[in-house]
């Protein structure tokens, strides 16, 4: 059975520092199907972003045994399948972990002698910070591929999505931020056989 590709000629804008990738409808890529991916770097050399919907069953005191004892809450995300054995984090407090601003008010990396240190005194929460393993990289030329092969819609870097909306409503409210003429895209069941 062939499905027709209803979001083919939708104009999605290119990738860039700062935008959401959002990933098509049909996408069935067991990594990313359903993902948003907020991107902190892009450019000839390649593309580095963290998925910002896809919550991992572990805290941050899971992971790091000497913070176990502060019990944080923080939650650990699945930032992508390229060196799941590392950890990054997005922020919105560089005056508390320095960082690189991708855009206003959103800040990628910093101190993690820092962020230990906030977390041990109960400073920081999921309010501000956003802590990933791995993350979802391009090499050159490979996400330009991607988005002519309709895998990707591009939409705008926004502080509610990211730190403010429930994962399992990040993908839909991304997509219909698009615009109206995309929001049927987030009504699309995940298997389109099942309609």
């Known amino acids: 059975m062939e499905f ?3 979001a083919e000629n939708l104009k999605p804008q290119p990738p860039e520092k700062g935008k959401l990738l959002i990933a098509g409808p049909f996408l069935n890529d067991s990594e990313f199907a359903r ?3 907020f991107m902190c770097e892009h450019g000839e050399e390649g593309s580095v972003g963290y998925t910002i919907n ?3 069953n ?3 005191g899971d992971l790091i045994q000497e913070l176990e004892p502060y019990q944080s809450e923080i939650v650990v995300y699945k930032g992508g399948p390229v060196q799941p054995d590392t950890l990054h984090f997005l922020h919105t407090i560089p005056a508390q972990l320095g960082g690189v601003e991708v855009i206003p008010g959103i800040y990628w990396g910093g101190s993690f002698e820092l962020f ?3 977390v041990r005194g109960s400073l920081i929460s999921e309010k501000n910070i956003r802590v990933f393993l791995g993350y979802s990289g391009w090499s050159e030329g490979q996400l330009a ?3 002519n ?3 990707w819609f591009v939409g705008p870097g926004k502080k509610n999505i990211i730190f403010d909306t429930d994962c399992d409503e990040v993908w839909k409210t991304a997509i219909e931020d698009l615009g109206k003429e995309y929001s049927f895209l987030a009504h699309i069941p995940i298997d389109p056989q099942m309609n």
Request: aromatic share 0%; no cysteine.
């Open 4 to 6: 027709i590709n209803i």
């Open 35 to 37: 993902t948003v991916v």
């Open 54 to 56: 896809q919550p991992l």
């Open 58 to 60: 572990i805290t941050i």
């Open 116 to 118: 230990k240190d906030l």
């Open 145 to 147: 591929r991607e988005m």
């Open 149 to 151: 092969e309709g895998t």
